[in-house]
């Protein structure tokens, strides 16, 4: 069960959702689902965990310093943000918030799913342009480990897709 947040770490929690992340700038990482703990004990104390989409992610150390800067922007002195493997992130933790912004960035968002799923939910992935689902995945490897490349038969242009992941 998710521990219920306290004042402070609501005011947390709400400014986090100014931070975009660096790869897909419509998107907070808070609405992306990597913020997996905020904890305020006492005034301008703040501990955050990021649980990153990928172990790999290239973006991690950029979003642990905008984390930082953003909290100390609204007050907070002593800080410590830590990335954590203790959750596991998944896709279905993309609010449905940070769905419509992967559609504004142009980006198909992944299917909600049970924690099964096979590679040909990428076939049937809808184009994030004009909606169609006569869509073609050209490659299951994109320019980053969490997306596919897609090409839109009806309006003849080229997307990625945002891979589930469980």
Not at 33 to 54: C, D
Not at 115 to 129: A, H, R
Not at 149 to 154: F, G, I, P, S
């Amino acid at each position: 069960m998710v521990k219920p947040l306290n004042n402070r770490e609501q005011i947390i929690k709400s400014a986090l959702e100014m931070v975009a992340d660096p790869e897909i700038p419509t998107i907070s990482i808070v609405d992306l689902g990597i913020v997996t703990k905020i904890e305020s004990p006492q005034e301008k104390v703040a501990n955050i965990q990021l649980t990153p989409t990928f172990s790999g992610c290239p973006a991690l150390r950029v979003m642990e310093q905008l984390v930082h800067d953003k909290l100390i922007e609204i007050g907070y002195t002593e800080i410590s943000v830590v990335t954590s493997f203790e959750t596991q992130w998944n896709t279905n933790m993309i609010s449905d918030k940070g769905r419509e912004a992967l559609l504004k960035h142009g980006l198909a968002p992944p299917v909600k799913h049970d924690g099964y799923f096979e590679l040909d939910v990428l076939s049937d992935t809808p184009c994030p342009l004009c909606g169609s689902r006569n869509t073609t995945m050209k490659s299951p490897f994109g320019p980053t480990l969490c997306r596919s490349l897609h090409y839109c038969n009806n309006c003849s242009n080229a997307f990625e897709g945002f891979k589930p992941v469980s």
